[in-house]
């Protein structure tokens, strides 16, 4: 959507919605993928059920059931199907009735998945609900309920799926044991077998030994099968702890994750007032299990050429996620670390919380990608799944880094970010810098908000209220760990901001709802002055980029981030670095390759930091231009 701040028609943003159906196509069955008139593929692809991350999944007059977009045909020569855009299945019949005939005369059509190819019969509202008593004993056994996915995502099992939480549960099964089925774990597609608990979760029942559960997530197994399994813990309170003697950045590190390892941190900060802990507070074992993470067995090989002898990264883009394999959020994930592999020369750790990950996803295709495996905040938590991305700082070990969510991607010039933070954060100035955000919220704007009788209690001055409402899209140095593990923990341990002389107002820390009021409230609180000008913009706005030619020069038709009366009078730069709001992995990949094919053939900005309707060689000119503007790149 265009900011509400903007006016129909003439902002950029209304202009770039208008042109990018045109560019992008974002729903529908039948997706044309050339300019031909039939929508048929000549892919320059084997027949492979490998290549390309394409599956068998049925033969011709068969039903092929995808979590995943789907192709038919045979050989060089297919017709491309994509799921809806409110579902990530796909249902086809796989018949020149149904696809049209794309090779007229070959009998082995047939369909493959791009994705999960899923059984028939498999989805929530044909599995059969029953009570445990419905389980063999021998099943029971030999396996184990292992957690499948929180309230409000997607459960994949093959086996019986319980629905709930403690003693209280519904019981699901697929049609036939064996066949990989998916569940919509939430109370509108179960109901609610606890009513008003937050902590309802999925659980698969799986086998001992089986291969399900060698392609489950490591951190939610015992020690010995992930062990057995090849997957090396990376992450832990012991490795922190041993790793403190190993220069600035290990002791930075060490002082951020202290308190979610040490039993005699926990006893001294108890003797400490304003380091009391509240009723909502997590408990030191199941902070020490935040800290473990275990590479995927996989990306053994990238993890020992991508970090150094003390397991860092020099630079690295950090992403957190849980999705099963082709669902909507995992192909977003996908489109992000493609983006990074077209874009950057750095590598990009992705922090998998689910209890799949795809299989799709190898070194060979991402050699920069390194996958890795942890615990999800367990049912008793009660905090918002984005907290993890705080987790994901700590657990990475990037002396820089730069955070993405999945529903973002980088373009041309990305990198510039790096050198930028590197610049910005160190001893002196230790804080994560984001970006400006689109939106100016005050208090004004949102008066329910529990900080603002801390940060403005003289509205409309809100003089303890320091700077413009930052985009949780951060960037630090292992100079900030400190920073992140400190706010971070005060959450987890429910710690109160204590009234000060310039806080008349105290401050229960975990009663701040999500990751990016946490960062904004954590800024404010420790006066930051750094504030990264707009470098991740909606992905709408990519148009205008798309529409710049060399003939145009250094004029451009975006619009600059809004003003505000008191950090921003004349607004904000924008640099096209990352996008947002990329909620259409089909969309996002063709823009993606529209970005590429423009930028190899000359024919996308050299530069795309702009401001004022020109475009900006580099941050140091805009400066040079405009000294007082208060963002920076």
Known sequence: MCPSYTSRPMHPCWRMLM????????????????????????????????????????????????????????????????????????????????????????????????????????????????????????ALKDSDWIFCSNQWQECQCNNHVRWGKGERWKYLSPKKLGSLFSVKCDVNALGDPVPGEDGKHCECLVARGSLFERELNPMLLSQKAADSYGARIIASCDIFEAG???????????????????????????????????????????????????????????????????????????????????????????????????????????????????????????????LV????????????????????????????????DSDQFVGPGVDYMFEMTEKEIDEHYSLPIMPVHFYSFTQADTPQNVWWQRYCPDPPACKPHTMRWSHAHPTWTFWSLPFIGRWLRRHFRDELLLATANHAASLAVSQIPEDEDLLNVATWEERGTKQWCKFDNDYHEFVDMLSWTPQGGHHTTTGDIASDPKFYPHGAAKAFFTAHNCKDPIATAKMLDEIQSRWENGLYPPSTITYKGQFWESGDDLRKAYPELPCIF
């Open 373 to 404: 495996h942890a615990a999800p905040m367990g049912a008793d938590s009660h905090r918002s799944f984005n907290f993890n991305k705080l987790r994901s700082f700590l657990i990475s070990r990037a002396r820089v880094g730069v955070e993405l």
């Open 19 to 138: 042109m990018v159906s045109a560019l992008i196509p974002t729903s529908g069955l039948i997706h044309k993928e050339s300019s031909k008139p039939m929508e048929i593929l000549d892919l320059l692809a084997d027949n492979s059920s490998t290549a390309g991350g394409w599956n068998f999944c049925a033969n011709q007059w068969e039903e092929c059931v995808c979590h995943g977009r789907v192709r038919w045909g045979y050989g060089r020569t297919w017709k491309v199907i994509d799921p809806p855009l409110h579902s990530s299945s796909l249902t086809v019949m796989c018949s020149i009735k149904h696809l049209q005939d794309v090779l007229p005369g070959e009998s082995q059509k047939h369909c493959q998945c791009q994705g999960q190819v899923m059984s028939k019969h498999s989805f929530s509202s044909e599995s059969t609900a029953f009570t445990e008593g419905g389980i063999s004993k021998i």
């Open 244 to 370: 403190k003697a190993n220069g600035p950045e290990g002791r930075a590190q060490w002082q951020a994750v202290e308190p979610f390892c040490s039993k005699a941190w926990e006893e001294k900060a108890e003797a400490d007032r304003s380091l009391h802990s509240g009723p909502r507070r997590l408990s030191l074992g199941s902070l020490q299990k935040l800290m473990q993470a275990r590479v995927d067995a996989r990306f053994e090989t990238n993890y020992l050429k991508l970090v150094d002898e003390d397991g860092w990264f020099d630079k690295a883009f950090v992403n957190y996620f849980a999705g099963a394999p082709g669902s909507k959020h995992a192909n977003m994930t996908e489109q992000l670390i493609r983006s990074v592999h077209m874009f950057s020369e750095n590598p990009i750790v992705v922090l998998h919380l689910g209890s799949r990950a795809p299989d799709t996803w190898t070194p060979k295709r991402f050699p920069r990608l390194l």
